[in-house]
Nanobody, 125 residues
């Protein structure tokens, strides 16, 4: 069972950038669809973006508005979420998730099999 570990969260001013990392325990991540979700206090976990198992296709939530980019480094078994032009409303705990290998991407939390522990992102105004 693959394990996912996020890192890279922190405190940043509005307009700043952060890059989150999601390191997998093995290479299965390189053939698995992955996604980033986030959850703010008192709110449901919401879809941020996804990467197909081939690594060739991405999909983002509307609120991302071209500010975020998901990528993968197969040599490092790591998926990244580059976040630019951060806003205070982006404050949340960010989670990476993966489905079983070769599955299509999905936007529902229930369709993901593996989750990281989350990393906190706080954007000050």
């Amino acid at each position: 069972q693959v394990q996912l570990v996020e890192s890279g969260g922190g405190l940043v001013q509005a307009g700043g950038s952060l890059r989150l990392s999601c390191r997998a325990s093995d290479r299965t991540i390189n053939s698995s669809p992955t996604a980033w979700f986030r959850q703010a206090p008192g709110k449901e976990r919401e879809f941020v973006g996804s990467l197909s198992w081939t690594g060739g296709s991405t999909r983002y939530a509307q609120f991302v508005s071209d500010r975020f980019t998901i990528s993968r480094d197969d040599a490092r078994n790591t998926v990244y979420l580059q976040m630019n032009s951060l806003k205070p409303e982006d404050t949340a705990t960010y989670y990476c998730a993966a489905r079983a290998r070769f599955q299509p991407v999905a936007v529902m939390t229930s369709e993901y099999d593996y989750w990281g522990q989350g990393t906190q992102v706080t954007v000050s105004s």
